[in-house]
């Protein structure tokens, strides 16, 4: 059974930072895509960067260069380092086992189908002033 389940969120003030993980049991991570998205409260869903399964990585541009995202090597974990947080940055994240988000060279996607296709529940990441 794979499970996908986020940690790591919390309150911070601006300018704070906070380490997200996310850890998939039962699910080959390493030969697939793993992506990081956020929702926040009356707002559509947005793709937050993704880690492909060659190595490259994708951020949206309202993340370049404050977010880092990376891959545990052999324990199935993605973290999601956030730093220099802003207001904007509240929101509930997940990670998933796909990828889409529009990023500063175009838009990025990977998805593997339906029966591939798992969700964290989120964790709440909230900014404060």
């Known amino acids: 059974q794979v499970q996908v389940v986020e940690s790591g969120g919390g309150s911070v003030q601006v300018g704070g930072s906070l380490k997200l993980s996310c850890v998939v049991s039962?699910?080959?991570?390493?030969?697939?895509?793993i992506g990081w998205f956020r929702q926040a409260p009356g707002k559509e869903q947005e793709g937050v960067s993704c880690l492909d399964d060659e190595g490259a990585i994708y951020y949206a541009p309202t993340v370049q260069g404050r977010f880092t995202i990376s891959r545990a090597n052999g324990n199935g974990t993605v973290y999601l380092e956030m730093s220099n947080l802003k207001s904007e940055d509240t929101a509930v994240y997940y990670c998933?086992?796909?990828?889409?988000?529009?990023?500063?060279?175009?838009?990025?996607?990977?998805?593997?189908?339906?029966?591939?296709?798992?969700w964290g529940k989120g964790t709440q990441v909230s900014v404060s002033q």
């Open positions: 998933a086992t796909q990828c889409g988000l529009r990023h500063s060279g175009g838009y990025y996607t990977r998805y593997y189908g339906t029966q591939l296709d798992y």
């Open positions: 039962g699910f080959p991570l390493e030969n697939y895509a």
